[in-house]
DNA sequence: CATGAATGAGAGTTCATTCAT
DNA sequence: TATGAATGAACTCTCATTCAT
């Protein structure tokens, strides 16, 4: 049992070996124009390689998902899990959790709600559909908890935490696709960190009794 | 001069019909798995046509948004012009003409929120890009110009109103991506409306005095 | 058939004016990027109007050389008739005769040696590869009439004369190519005219008794 | 070491197994006809294969040169290193050596008198235009060291070896592709050794002394 | 497990040529 | 005679994926 579990683990290891290799090959030469064969190079590896741990290119794209969404469910929990139940207070931390996922991996961040409503999705394993699924699941239902507090607590408006949930992530992609957007357009100065903040300020007070 | 005038209709005809061509094989096949000779084939031309009025693939399909934002202009323009001044009055109908863009055309829709933050946006026409550009611009001022009296009359908090627009519209391309996404992933129900409901709700609450 | 003569020279003088504009766009494209569009857009024509004239691309391309095999010819049989008969003072006006040739358009008389050994020549019309032949054969017997004065004059040695005309033909068209060849691969400069000179003088050397 | 060293014979094989098979239809279907299928298939590989080894078509088209430089090159240095030192003789072996080098393949040696003055030159990469430069200067500077020799043993004429040279390259090349025009055109007898053999003859009486 | 050469379908694009007007 | 929009075959080249070693 110990030789398999540590033989899972390696296996585990070159995925993530492969996983970050390809995320330097996409932030230098974007996510269109990298080829399989880019990021084995950067892996240090053959080609062949990368379809021993990844069924295909669209499944190591949205593996890329995976890792972030567990960074951010990790991050959501840690809110709840605190000690204080100000719910002003708990919105400022959701406000930084999030922001701190979208500065963990910008790029990364904006493929995935790219992946999010494309047919990429639908070739996907049913496996990691599902765990993206789950993943995603577990990120609203713990963002809708913090609603559900303050809902409970009448400071927030009697408002179904879910679509609380859905708005505030909406919010979030929003803001972030559209001021990358704007940035690129333009050559201007990145505004996400600012209209993020004026964002989740009209958000909140938007569903403040 | 008469001739040439038609001429020009004509070749207009001829764009817009390949578009519409477009816009039915993308519905079928999804984005990314359309050729141009699916196109061309749907449009009963030859390949080579297609290129006498796209300078390439990208442009083509970059021509699509166009269409949408000028109808988005157009009806954000009418929601200006209106003798209403009420500042909720003014919100309800920003909401429907939003809300009107969006069932105009789903998929065209949908693929220019893509399109915002994509690299294809940097292969196009300097012509092209400058009238997405200008066209972007257009909205988001007329929607300014919304918030913009909303803060003079006093109804609405002292915030700068080109924020307020860009925030809105980061709200209706999130609202629209996320449901859209769920719809797909859990062959669910179509949430958009309802959605977009809530979030405007919440967010004219937010900017309300 | 006064009109009929007057519309055949029309049509020759459309023919010519294509040739010229197809000339000008060569020097600044390359044979092998000018495409028949170019072509019609350099002589204010439709692309439709220039196979009015020309049955097709190839034939185009040839008839180029007829001109300049037409010139050619011309400067040859001046040499041949003028009083002087000594042997030196013809090649000398051979020799000027040849540079004149090549001065007189560079890129047409290097594409006309390309196309003697190319496969576009079989796909001709047997009408316009006809008078290649007959205005070639003209040229290379009015060449060799000078080298049969001066054989027997016995001034040159006993060759066939036909023999040097392809001799010296062979000698100018390699010595254009491969200086040509030079001048484009190290960027230096243009020795086609002095070692034109210098061959001619070896020839001279080799052929005079 | 053996191993890295085998791989790299077997794929400078696979190369010269290409250039096989691209020899052999380019003398079936003429140059201009040929497209990278027709090589695949004629040797037995799939068309991506062949941009394993050759970046793109001209390069293909271009390493046919280089090989036949190679031996006009080595047959040209047996010339210069071998015991004879008459001047005569020499240039006697410089025909037989010229004269084998047309034989060894003539569509290639045609194909690379093209290649000299075509645009294809300037679209090669550095590196093969580099070699091919190389190949020729060696094989120019060989042959002008024969002259120079008989030069200095004061048998030719005092001029620039170097453009002797030259011009006996022209005179080769310039034949070659005249008689092969002759011999197309006028579907006549091949008289390329013949009047080689009296051009080098005249030119041979041209630089002596 | 790892390799990497080979695959081969298929993409976008070009352009000589045609033909209805 | 002139047009020029339309054609469509043909091209080069890419790249995700496979499989013998």
Redesign the interface.
Known sequence: MGIRERKEREKERRRQQIMVAAKRVFSTK????TTMEDIAKEAELSPGTLYLYFKNKDELYASLSLRILQYLIIRLEHVVNQEIKDPRKRMEALKEAMYDVYEFDPMIL?NM??L???????NLTPEL?GE??NL?KKSLETMASIFQDGVQEDYF?N?NPI??A??V???????I??????K???NQKD?VK??LE??F???????TK
């Open positions: 974007g996510f269109s124009k904006i709600f790219h999010q409503s494309s047919d990429t999705l639908k559909l993206i699924k995603s408006i408002k679509v609380m859905d708005i992530w909406s919010l979030f992609s929003g803001v696709l559209w001021e990358t957007s704007k690129i357009i333009n505004y600012s209209t004026s964002a300020e009209i958000f909140e007070r938007g569903i």
